[in-house]
């Protein structure tokens, strides 16, 4: 049982480049999330799926698409990237009521050049 | 003003001493409330829900306060190891839910 997995770990983008962060659960979670984490700035929302088929726009998602693919996969695109978006993002599953944890993957250190 | 505030921090305690963090929730509604905990460039992970009556896990017990819309966590006989940033969350009904992280509370423990 490995959880929430994420991938790659690191990445380094010149601006403008496009990439996609992929994230799997193996949990039968039916929510995902996508954060950024930023210093001083704790987590933020980029968005978020409820469940497998919708996907909904949290607090920060400008610059960002997202995927559902099936129940384990929620994947997160760049299409066009900008130094602004250089941060650490967390992909996030729960079970999906109020009273459950989120379970999180490792992290992908992104930097934009 | 944002919806979950915690102490700024950060908090630099002698191994042995009790520290205890703060959190105020901005919004009446808001429903199941968490404290997770975050080492250094890794991710956060649940340390323990926070009931209405208060809870105890080992050296930590958490308090909440819905009249004051407040959280607290206690933290006793501080060890090298509690060092960390804690996170105060809050999750609150919205159709679905919505869950509100804080921006966390540094904590060192020196030897």
């Known amino acids: 049982n490995a959880g929430v997995t994420q991938t790659p770990k690191f990445q380094v983008l010149k601006t403008g480049q496009s990439m996609t962060l992929q994230c799997a659960q193996d949990?039968?979670?039916?929510?995902m999330y996508w954060y950024r984490q930023d210093p001083g700035m704790g987590l933020r929302l980029i968005y978020y799926?409820?469940?497998?088929?919708?996907?909904d726009k949290g607090e920060v998602p400008n610059g960002y698409n997202v995927s559902r693919l099936n129940k384990r996969e929620f994947s997160l695109r760049l299409e066009s990237a900008a130094p602004s978006q250089t941060s650490v993002y967390f992909c996030?599953?729960?079970?999906?009521?109020?009273?459950?944890?989120?379970?999180f993957g490792p992290g992908t250190r992104l930097t934009v050049l | 003003r944002k919806e979950v505030e915690q102490d700024p921090g950060p908090f630099n305690v002698p191994e042995g001493a009790t520290v205890a963090f703060n959190c105020t929730y901005s919004?009446?509604?808001?429903?199941?409330f968490f404290w997770y905990r975050q080492d250094c460039r890794k991710e956060p992970k649940l340390l323990m829900s926070?009931?209405?009556s208060g809870n105890e896990d080992g050296r930590f017990t958490a308090q909440l306060n819905r009249a004051s819309q407040y959280i607290s966590l206690l933290i006793r006989d501080s060890k090298l190891s509690d060092s960390a940033t804690y996170l105060c969350?809050?999750?609150?009904?919205?159709?679905?839910?919505?869950?509100?992280f804080g921006a966390g509370t540094r904590l060192f423990v020196k030897a």
């Open positions: 996030a599953s729960t079970g999906g009521t109020t009273y459950n944890e989120q379970f």
């Open positions: 949990m039968n979670h039916n929510s």
């Open positions: 799926s409820a469940s497998e088929g919708t996907t």
């Open positions: 919004n009446s509604a808001s429903q199941s």
């Open positions: 926070v009931y209405s």
């Open positions: 969350v809050v999750n609150r009904p919205t159709g679905g839910f919505k869950t509100i």
